[in-house]
């Protein structure tokens, strides 16, 4: 898909969508702020973008209003047009077949997917496997072109129910379930996984691996030889907060550091 041993894919978090509590009423500026954010992106060199309603905290659970669907086909589809790059969508929270929708809508490359397998307690609820009905939907489309790559021990989650089940076993029921990729992230937004939890999906996992949280131009020389790609966020923007826009300088920074390993 991306065209590189290690890809980096650049994180859009779409200002407040309808239906959200901090919806200000404008849909014309949270299009124009989240194709202003995808150029910066594709300017400084990432390999794909994926498009995030980070902002519509507090999440609903395992769905999103149709309202909310709407709007954020909407973004994705414009930033397909724009960039001409891989695209991918995230709706939270485990919104994943609404998620499915809009990148069938769009012809988008994949989705990233909380609970696809186990069930785990997230801060917004509990989150149980969607796997067979994520799985289902996606053959009924016809849309075995998106990617669905799963979060396993996912970020901002107690995982004491499967405390018996380790990351590689997750990532192998994954692999069953017809996951096609599984990300790994560290404990909250901003954190990195530790380095033996990465290098045990990269000695054991059969899929390819990408990490969910806290790269930075720093920590990729480790990670990078590792996994097959790197989702940023909130170091690529200003003052290094994921609720800022994108810096030009920061995404670049990114890009150099990456470019060593492919």
């Keep these: 898909m991306f065209g590189k041993k290690c890809s980096l894919i650049g994180c859009v978090h779409v200002h407040p969508l309808p239906g959200s509590a901090g919806y200000t009423g404008n849909m014309e500026q949270v299009l124009s702020a989240a194709l202003a954010d995808a150029k910066v992106y594709q300017e400084g060199g990432v390999d794909g973008i994926i498009v995030e309603n980070m902002h519509d905290a507090p999440y609903l659970t395992g ?120 990300i790994v992230t560290g404990s909250a937004t901003g954190k990195e996984p530790t380095l033996s939890d990465v290098q045990s999906l990269k000695h054991g996992a059969k899929l390819p691996v990408l990490i969910g949280s806290g790269i930075t131009p720093d920590n990729i020389p480790t990670y990078a030889p590792l996994v097959d790609g790197l989702i940023v966020g909130s170091y690529a923007k200003f003052d290094g907060n994921w609720q800022n826009d994108v810096d030009p300088a920061r995404v670049k920074q990114l890009t150099q550091a990456i470019a060593k390993f492919n």
């Design 63 to 182: 769905f999103v209003d149709p309202e909310t669907v709407a709007a954020m086909t909407v973004v994705a589809n414009a930033i397909k047009t724009q960039t001409k790059l891989p695209i991918g969508v995230q709706l939270l929270a485990g919104a994943n077949i609404e998620a499915l929708g809009v990148a069938a809508a769009c012809n988008l490359d994949f989705i990233r997917v909380e609970g696809f397998v186990f069930a785990h307690v997230g801060d917004e609820g509990l989150h149980d496997s969607c796997a067979a009905k994520l799985v289902r939907r996606r053959a009924h489309l016809k849309a075995g072109k998106i990617k669905i790559f799963a979060d396993i021990k996912k970020k901002h989650s107690a995982h004491a129910i499967t405390g018996d089940v380790t990351l590689l076993e997750t990532a192998e029921a994954a692999e069953f379930f017809k996951a096609d990729g599984v």
